[in-house]
């Protein structure tokens, strides 16, 4: 999955494939994670939020399963 940079402390870069509803998170400590059934509406939010991993951290980190990629 290709992954877009963000400017965020915590959070390096983030790829979403609407088809599978799988948001994957590269963390700065260069962990990957992917979440699924994450909404298109999740995914758009996140990326407008003001503060990234406070959005993550809020809305995604424990409201979706999650697998670990590296």
């Known amino acids: 999955m290709e992954r877009k940079k963000v400017t965020s ?3 390096r870069s983030i ?6 509803q799988c948001l994957e998170i590269e963390f700065s400590d260069g962990r990957i994670l992917q979440y ?14 003001p503060s990234i991993l406070s959005y993550f951290s809020d809305h995604i980190e ?4 999650k697998t670990q990629v590296r």
Not at 15 to 20: A, L, S, V
Not at 36 to 49: F, P, T
């Open 36 to 49: 699924r059934r994450v909404s298109s509406e999740i995914h758009r939010r996140l990326i407008a939020a």
């Open 62 to 65: 424990d409201e979706f399963s």
């Open 15 to 20: 790829g979403y494939d609407p088809r599978e």
């Open 9 to 11: 402390a915590g959070i």
